[in-house]
């Protein structure tokens, strides 16, 4: 069950800060206010995830899938562009993550 708090964590991780983008500079309040919610169910099932985790390990899963989820969606649905380095840079985060919960001991399967 810790694998889903964790991935509901990084999906509210995910709404929120591209509710901030969507924000404008905080100028849109509907934006703003998803983007407080998100990231307030964002902490609170991470919060949850390291009662079982290590800190390190489920801040990196968080933090990196977050960053490749929020880059593609990004470039998605405000046209940001990912060139080579960001490209081979997201790849790397998201082989780290896989080596992380593939192979570590310190993750429980």
Same mark, same amino acid.
Not at 19 to 40: I, N
């Given at each position: 069950? +810790?694998?889903? !708090?964790?991935?509901? @964590? /990084?999906? =509210?991780? %995910?709404?929120? +800060?591209? &509710?901030?983008?969507?924000?404008?500079?905080? &100028?849109?309040?509907h934006f703003?206010?998803? +983007?407080?919610?998100?990231?307030?169910?964002?902490? !609170?099932?991470? @919060? #949850?995830?390291?009662? &079982?985790?290590p800190v390190?390990? =489920? !801040? @990196?899963?968080?933090?990196?899938?977050?960053?490749? #989820?929020?880059?593609?969606?990004? =470039? *998605?649905?405000?046209?940001?562009?990912?060139?080579?380095?960001?490209?081979?840079? /997201?790849? *790397?985060?998201?082989?780290?993550?896989?080596?992380?919960?593939?192979?570590?001991? &310190? %993750?429980p399967h």
């Amino acid at each position: 069950m +810790t694998w889903v !708090y964790l991935l509901l @964590a /990084i999906g =509210a991780e %995910v709404i929120g +800060t591209l &509710s901030l983008k969507a924000s404008e500079g905080l &100028s849109k309040m509907h934006f703003v206010g998803l +983007t407080v919610v998100g990231y307030g169910i964002s902490f !609170y099932f991470l @919060a #949850i995830v390291l009662r &079982s985790f290590p800190v390190g390990l =489920a !801040y @990196a899963v968080w933090s990196g899938a977050g960053v490749a #989820i929020v880059t593609v969606a990004s =470039a *998605l649905l405000f046209g940001d562009r990912i060139d080579t380095a960001g490209f081979v840079g /997201i790849s *790397l985060i998201v082989c780290g993550v896989l080596v992380i919960n593939l192979f570590s001991s &310190s %993750v429980p399967h």
